[in-house]
């Protein structure tokens, strides 16, 4: 896919403060790309210097080959949804939604038809006539989409544009967003502090943390193979077990761990320290010793269970101290309850661990 | 709701009575049919008709409404293009200067100011005339406009302009299409606080007033001095209502320019 954003080794500082560090970062045409990273990491700042309220401190922005810089906001074709939807209060729907295509100087009959178009892609036409303050949130933030997809823009930038709304919604939404992206072809750049949002509607995911990438792919890749610890620990709930890489072979490496063995599935590393990620659905409960207890199983006492529905999550207190935790399908519990307290065994197979040298 | 103390209400009235029985006094005399304040006898127009015949006074009362008409409107451009750079302009050089030199005038003695502008009229030989007031007046209001302006300016969701400019919209019709539709009510009653000061000003007046050029109060004022003649309690019962009309005016649209800012400006 060809590249149609690219941000070279931009930084930008308020005052002595490096909000984005020498970050960059293609994003490709048609995909859905999705910021990802905790509160002040710099994703808003990010979105701000591609639509053009802040100019980088250093290294370029390029849009389709061009160099953005020194191009104001209004000549970018780049158009953003801002997470206070900022619709013009003293215009209707209609009116906000007409507002960028006016600018353009197209045709009366023109607007009227692509407002029109606009309207029914969000299912808004019956309130075209209504002003901002007579609407839902819901029906605001989808009045702020239609307005910034209206003048078919190169990219679209979402900041945020779910978090005003109620969790039911903003499941639904998502699709509803995704689905849109599909059917317009056009490349959406979101931004959102919310993995389940990032994985469940992005083509890919950069994880963000102060003002650096600390990782690019798709959310499986992100999710099965975080490259850092605090990636891991940021996407998704996952054990972390600190341990000695003690041999290598082709295929697999050791660890070893006071009390544990641990062979892992992965390219050889360097003997030495390492942490190995583990993600509490790929461990199994047992009451029976599993087989091969010796390597990826080790046995502890169930210090607490808890009950979400779909699973269940047991924290499981090894001998050694470490606290690992495992999720288990409620249907696929073993035959004979867990209870809290009783001893109980852990296992796991080498390719679901993944080392972490970072 | 609370109920008022009887010692409270006997305060309110005291403090309505200090604050407004002179003006009651003035308003119920200019329709006392007698020449003397102490007699009543009878209610008429009697006053007021004698002033529609009064050549002089309604000369006056033109010039004072063009001088109030043309300088509010100056200093509402200019004060609100002050408001736009002191909230707008970030923190250019000298800002802390520019607000001060924008809110001195608010606290300043008024014959300081009209002396001060008499003497710049002076050096510069301009002819004092209905032109000085006008410009007297300008400089007299603008920081009252700015004020008023400025107070609307600093709640307003920036974001809204970035929206417009993000859609294209360059910054000059951005402030036309959607900063200024959105601050008008504070535009608005900052020039009729404009006009009201304007046209209740003496002391400025006296100062950069000329030969031809003579404004209601400065006209009343000269009258008053040789003898209250009813008709001034006419005249000035009119310009009573011409100001308490535009203030309360200005501060409808002030507090309807509140209520529209955004919920998030609000709180
Ligand atoms: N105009 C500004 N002046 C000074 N500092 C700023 C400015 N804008 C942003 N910052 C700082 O830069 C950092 C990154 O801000 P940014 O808005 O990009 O964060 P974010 O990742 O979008 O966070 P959130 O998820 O909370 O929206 C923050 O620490 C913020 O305080
Ligand atoms: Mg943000």
Redesign the pocket.
Known sequence: MAVLVSFDQVTKR??D?T??DGLSLDIHEREFFALL????????????MLAGF?APDGGRVTLAGQDLAGIPPYRRPVNMMF?SYALFPHMTVAGNVAFGLKQDGLARDEIAARVDEMLGLVQLRPLAARKPDQLSGGQRQRVALARSLAKRPKVLLL??PLAALDRKLREETRFELKELQRRLATTFVI?T?DQDEAMSIADRIGV?NR?CLAQVGTPAEIYERPASRWVAGFVGDVNLIEGRVTAVYPSFVMVDRVGMRLRVAHAPVAPGPIAVALRPEKIRVSHAVPDGAFENGAAGTVADIGYLGTLSLYKVRLDDGLVLKAAVMNEQRAERPIHVNERVWLSWTPDAAVLLME | MKRFGCTNLTALALGLAFLYLPIAVLVVNSFNDSRLVTVWAGASLRWYRELANDAAMLDAASVSFRVAFLSATAATILGTLAALALTRGGRFRGRLLFSGMIYAPLVMPEVITGLSLLLLFVAVEIDRGFWTIVIAHTTLTLCFVAVVVQSRLVTFDRSLEEAALDLGCPPLRTFLAVTLPLIWPAVASGWMLAFALSLDDLVIASFVSGPGATTLPLRIYSEVRLGVKPEINAVCTILIAVVALGLIAASLLTKRSASKAPLGARM
């Open positions: 308020f005052g403060f909000a984005v990273g905790p509160s002040g990491c710099g994703k808003t700042t990010l979105l701000r802040e997470q900041d945020e931004v502090h963000m003002g």
